[in-house]
């Protein structure tokens, strides 16, 4: 019986560090994941994920992977999910979440290590979705902290997901790894006097 009532006040004490400590994964992409994860991920058939540092990017993308300078210098880059039409022209991809069609790309950057992990996603889908997103993402990551008629977010203290529309036609589901976020964040300010000398 003693046994019982320890366990159960073990389970009520390590409930909300489990809870703090769980990763907001889409099964496909999750913050802090390794470039090569995201790009060499089971996609559908005619899409590929293409970088910002692949040599062999197509070239009518425009700006959709172009960096600052400044993240470049520091190892970062900007990834894009893809598809290839009859022509072989190349664009942006739309790949369903929860039945809503969504165009995704993220920044990845080094963690201490070296390696690019992901440090920012942002998925842009149709407005009209923006309640059935605002559902599954809660079956995948839990209560939200913060929910209103424009707003969901999701907060642990190693990530954040924010869904978010304002006026428009789209809404967009931003996704960070806070600890990366601000690794680069000070690699950013520490390169920037040097920049201005």
């Known amino acids: 019986m003693m046994f019982r009532h320890l366990l159960a006040a073990f389970l009520l004490l390590s409930s909300p560090a489990l809870a703090a400590d769980r990763e907001f994964d889409l099964g496909f992409a999750r913050p802090g994941m390794m470039q090569g994860q995201f790009r060499f991920?089971?996609?559908?058939?005619?899409m590929a994920v293409y970088c910002s540092d692949d040599p062999d990017k197509p070239g009518t993308l425009g700006?959709?992977?172009?960096m600052p300078q400044q993240m470049t210098n520091m190892g970062a880059t900007r990834c894009a999910l893809l598809s290839v039409d009859d022509k072989g022209v190349w664009s942006q991809a739309k790949r369903k979440?929860?039945?809503?069609?969504?165009?995704?790309?993220?920044?990845?950057g080094p963690d201490a290590g070296g390696t690019r992990r992901m440090v920012q996603l942002f998925i842009e889908f149709p407005r009209a979705g923006f309640a059935d997103l605002g559902k599954f993402l809660t079956s995948r990551f839990g209560a939200p902290q913060d929910q209103g008629d424009t707003l969901i977010r999701?907060?642990?203290p190693k990530q954040e997901a924010v869904l978010v529309h304002e006026d428009g036609d789209t809404?967009?589901?931003?996704?960070?790894d806070l600890v990366l976020?601000?690794?680069?964040d000070a690699k950013m300010?520490?390169?920037?006097?040097?920049?201005?000398?």
């Open 154 to 156: 999701w907060k642990t």
């Open 189 to 197: 300010q520490a390169m920037a006097p040097a920049a201005r000398k």
């Open 181 to 184: 976020q601000a690794q680069m």
């Open 63 to 66: 700006k959709l992977l172009t």
């Open 97 to 108: 979440i929860a039945g809503q069609p969504g165009q995704m790309a993220a920044t990845f």
């Open 171 to 176: 809404a967009t589901l931003m996704m960070f």
């Open 41 to 46: 991920g089971a996609w559908p058939p005619g």
